[in-house]
Nanobody, 128 residues
Framework: QVQLVESGGGLVQAGGSLRLSCAAS????????RAWFRQAPGKEREFVAA????????YYADSVKGRFTISRDNAENTVYLQMNSLKPEDTAVYYC?????????????????????WGQGTQVTVSS
């Protein structure tokens, strides 16, 4: 019931910046959380950043804290990931995720199992 499309990925040098966008359509009025995950070849999909819709609480992986920022537009149907001071280890396919399920505990919003809807991903490559 929710469709997600990521954009904004590409190739950037270390220290550079990119902004990813995730446009949502469908039953977006029921959203309780939006998030970004990433997956490098041979690695598990890992949490990057998340936002709870009520109150706009945000959460970040320690590896990106202080460098990445998750935000949303006024219509609350597009989520962004501003990535600054990029490092080669940030190279991965970045996925947008959404959930229409309410969960009280924060850990549900920082794990892949907490999300029902996923975009197809956008490649981010950071060169040294």
């Amino acid at each position: 019931q929710v469709q997600l499309v990521e954009s904004g990925g590409g190739l950037v040098q270390a220290g550079g910046s990119l902004r990813l966008s995730c446009a949502a359509s469908g039953r977006t009025y029921a959203t309780h959380g939006r998030a970004w995950f990433r997956q490098a070849p041979g690695k598990e999909r890992e949490f990057v950043a998340a936002m709870r819709w009520s109150g706009g609480n945000t959460y970040y992986a320690d590896s990106v804290k202080g460098r990445f920022t998750i935000s949303r537009d006024n219509a609350e149907n597009t989520v962004y990931l501003q990535m600054n001071s990029l490092k080669p280890e940030d190279t991965a396919v970045y996925y947008c995720a959404a959930t229409n399920s309410y969960r009280r505990d924060t850990y549900y919003y920082t794990g892949a199992s907490g999300y029902s809807y996923w975009g197809q991903g956008t490649q981010v490559t950071v060169s040294s």
